[in-house]
């Protein structure tokens, strides 16, 4: 049996038995101890290549040269090779001792199993006890949920309910009270009417006869039945049906909120950097689209390739695609330029001309002014999800300032002071004012004379304000502002040259300082989440990648 597989004894040297051999013979695959390694290789019978014995086996025969042994590792062809191979095969090829070269390997794959039995198994086992919780915690989140959602719907039906019950108490309530009026009335024409038939009787009878002392006693009594009583008019209740339309979001904003955020993986806790990624916005595409010097304020999104931009400095329209080309450009009628600029739910561009005082719109080429306001100026104006129009209005004596919403261009709302009285807007001189509505339906305001941004509810109800984050290093400078379809809140800070990222409820959560930004001013954001910002005095527009 051979020794090396002996269940039966320990591995001894083939020469003098003594136990537990170092060296090995891969030539003649014989156990050797140190002492008889010089007696083994004074055998010239064969050729001897002696390894520590832990690395027995590697001298294999050469796939080329089966006569052959292979004792060196050649670099290039990444094989053991002979001898012959070395001179003819392989020449001038780098080589290593294979011996040296499975030690570098054993090495290697001594430390692949370390790593893979102390870090990464554990860590996958972590990570699946991780996910098994949470499916756990998922089923139980699911079912409490649904229970919590099923009775606010059995609450609300049961508030509908009640509404419904006081409507109908208010009809017979309306009812009895008209009804009373009606009776009173009717009693007091039928006395009359009464009265009208005898003394038209006694008028006949006088008439034929020919007393002159009852004829003489006669009274006419015209007068008094000329007094008519008061025609009643009663205003029938009616009831206007809300009309029932598909729009969840208005729903959603009686019922509640669901708060839904999509399986993201970011890493389980315990893990390494190298397993876990988190992207930073960068810029995709930087488009000079004007001359330096002139003030670029304000851009809006066409399609995800034509944007409009506002340009201050000749007041002037006009629409580029992403290579920098000209479009379309369009000259307001004032000349003095228009103020803040937006794309309607029609694809129109939309504008305002504070100097005129008027929002405007351009189906194609011909400017039509749809809302003249007087005593008002407009600047912000955007879009809404339904298609409204919100435009931020400031009065021709600065003192007020609000927010107006317009559908079908006549006003349907209007958004001026908080619930004790005061306004919800600064005033002045240099008042500047963007607007956006977020996918929540609520309209978010930057205020740049009250370095603030504030944000309303569909009801114009006050729900925050932002007045910057604490690291920039100067005073929070708002512009521009947007949403996008995770409905953050972005706002340009020209002076801090960056873009504060905001959640729905005001938290703070990023800030774009890393793309080179030099007073950013214009902001929009297309369906995908590509945000274009222009820059007040260079000239760019660039596109990010959020």
């Known amino acids: 049996m051979d020794p090396e597989y002996s269940l039966q004894d320990v591995v001894r040297c083939h020469l003098c038995e003594s136990p537990s051999p170092l060296l090995h013979c891969d030539i003649c695959n014989k156990p050797l101890c140190k002492e008889c390694e010089r007696k083994h290789l004074t055998d010239g019978s064969?050729?001897?290549?002696?390894?520590?014995?832990?690395?027995?086996?590697?001298?294999?025969?050469?796939?080329?040269?089966?006569?052959?042994?292979?004792?060196?590792?050649c670099k290039q062809c990444k094989i053991p090779v002979c001898a012959y191979c070395v001179e003819n095969t392989c020449r001038g090829h780098t080589f290593i001792d294979v011996v040296q070269k499975l030690e570098r390997q054993k090495n290697i794959l001594q430390k692949d199993l370390e790593e893979l039995e102390k870090k990464i198994h554990p860590r996958y086992l972590k990570i699946a006890s991780i996910i098994h919780a949470q499916k756990a915690s998922l089923n139980k989140n699911s079912k409490e949920l649904t229970d919590t959602i099923e009775k606010h719907k059995a609450d609300i039906l049961m508030k509908i309910d009640h509404v419904i019950e006081e409507f109908k108490s208010d009809i017979e309530n309306l009812n009895s009270q008209f009804l009373s009026v009606l009776n009173r009335h009717d009693d007091e024409i039928k006395h009359n009417l009464s009265e009208i038939t005898q003394y038209t009787e006694e008028l006949n009878y006088l008439l034929i006869s020919n007393?002159?002392?009852?004829?003489?006693?006669?009274?006419?009594?015209?007068?008094?039945f000329k007094r008519f009583p008061p025609a009643p008019t009663v205003v029938l209740p009616s009831f206007t049906p809300q009309n029932i339309i598909d729009k969840k979001q208005i729903y959603q904003q009686l019922i509640g909120s669901l708060s839904l955020t999509s399986s993201k993986t970011e890493g389980f806790p315990g893990a390494d950097p190298q397993f876990s990624t988190s992207e930073e916005p960068w810029i995709s595409t930087n488009i000079d689209i004007r001359p330096k010097n002139e003030e670029l304020c304000t851009v809006s999104c066409l399609t995800n390739e034509r944007l409009w931009t506002c340009n201050l400095t000749d007041r002037m329209i006009r629409l580029y695609n992403l290579q920098g080309n000209l479009v379309k450009e369009i000259e307001p009628k004032s000349g003095d330029g228009p103020w803040n600029i937006a794309v309607s739910k029609s694809g129109d561009l939309v504008f305002t001309d504070y100097t005129e005082g008027t929002v405007n719109i351009v189906p194609d080429t011909e400017t039509e002014t749809v809302i003249s306001l007087r005593g008002w100026r407009p600047h912000g104006v955007c879009?809404?999800?339904f298609g409204d129009l919100l435009v931020a209005i400031t009065s021709d004596d600065n003192e007020h300032t609000k927010v107006v919403r317009y559908s079908n261009f006549t006003e349907k709302q209007s958004i001026q002071f908080d619930d004790k009285g005061d306004p919800l807007f600064s005033s002045g001189l240099y008042n500047i004012k963007f607007i956006s509505e977020n996918r929540n339906l609520d309209i978010c305001v930057s205020d740049n004379t009250a370095k603030s941004v504030l944000v309303v509810n569909l009801a114009g109800k006050l729900r925050f304000t932002y007045s910057g984050y604490p690291t920039t290093k100067k005073s929070f400078s708002p512009v521009d502002i947007t949403t996008d379809n995770q409905s953050r809140i972005l706002i340009a800070d020209s002076k801090n040259h960056c873009i504060h990222i905001l959640n729905k409820d005001g938290q703070f959560l990023s800030c774009i300082d890393n793309c080179h930004l030099e007073y950013p001013c214009g902001l929009c954001v297309y369906t995908n989440d590509t945000l274009f910002v222009t820059e007040m005095y260079s000239g760019q527009l660039k596109k990010i990648k959020l």
């Open 46 to 73: 064969t050729e001897h290549r002696v390894v520590p014995f832990r690395l027995r086996r590697c001298i294999t025969k050469c796939q080329k040269h089966s006569s052959q042994m292979c004792d060196q590792y």
């Open 211 to 224: 007393d002159v002392s009852l004829a003489s006693a006669f009274r006419s009594r015209n007068a008094e």
């Open 383 to 385: 879009t809404t999800l």
